[in-house]
């Protein structure tokens, strides 16, 4: 095979994984984006804010699950991280000192059917194990986010290396005689 065909056919080749890198790092980009978007703009419209540091809310939590909270205190909620605080750094500390979960809760209500009070419960866990899954699914899918901005970089960056050899691999392509075999 003559050198200038050989040269010619990577040239063509990383021309094409350029253009596919480009075109994989703007969709991974899009996505990213649009999570992101959707995390931000579903979380805000709870209109969840954090408590202030120092109130009752705050300190009636363990040490650890205080020291989480308040590094968003007073801010509304509008990412997957903040969810993910809230969800496991305040709910489920609530949902803990229930004593019960939710199936506990809701065999104690079946078995006393008349109780206002187990029927309460089983209400307020069941409420409470919601927000928190839909919490973290929120914070899910910004992880998602993340990973696929992460992706649209290297992406982008294969694309810059792959567009660079190509136009070495055009240079050389000119340069080489066409009588030169492999």
């Known amino acids: 095979m003559r050198r200038k065909t050989f040269d010619g056919i990577l040239t063509v080749v990383g021309a094409l994984i350029t253009v596919l890198m ?22 805000a419209s709870q209109k969840i804010y954090f408590p202030a540091k ?5 300190t009636a939590l363990p040490a650890a699950d205080a020291a989480a909270m308040s590094q ?6 509008t990412t997957g991280a903040q969810a993910e605080v809230w969800a496991d750094n305040f709910i489920a500390v609530h949902l803990k000192g229930m004593g019960l979960t939710y ?24 409420q409470g ?40 691999g055009f240079i050389h392509w000119r340069r080489v005689a066409p009588t030169v075999e492999i």
């Open 72 to 77: 968003y205190s007073g801010q509304l909620m």
């Open 103 to 126: 199936d506990q809760a809701s065999t104690l209500a079946r078995a006393n059917p008349t109780s206002a009070k187990d029927q309460a419960l089983v209400t307020t866990v069941f």
């Open 54 to 58: 120092n109130s009752a809310e705050i």
């Open 129 to 168: 194990t919601t927000l928190r899954s839909e919490l973290l699914e929120a914070y899910g899918f910004s992880v998602f986010g993340q990973i696929a901005q992460i992706a649209s970089l290297v992406a982008f960056a294969l694309a810059a290396l792959f567009l660079v050899l190509t136009g070495m």
């Open 22 to 43: 480009l075109g994989a790092g703007s969709m991974l980009l899009w996505g990213a984006n649009y999570t992101n978007s959707e995390v931000h703009n579903q979380l």
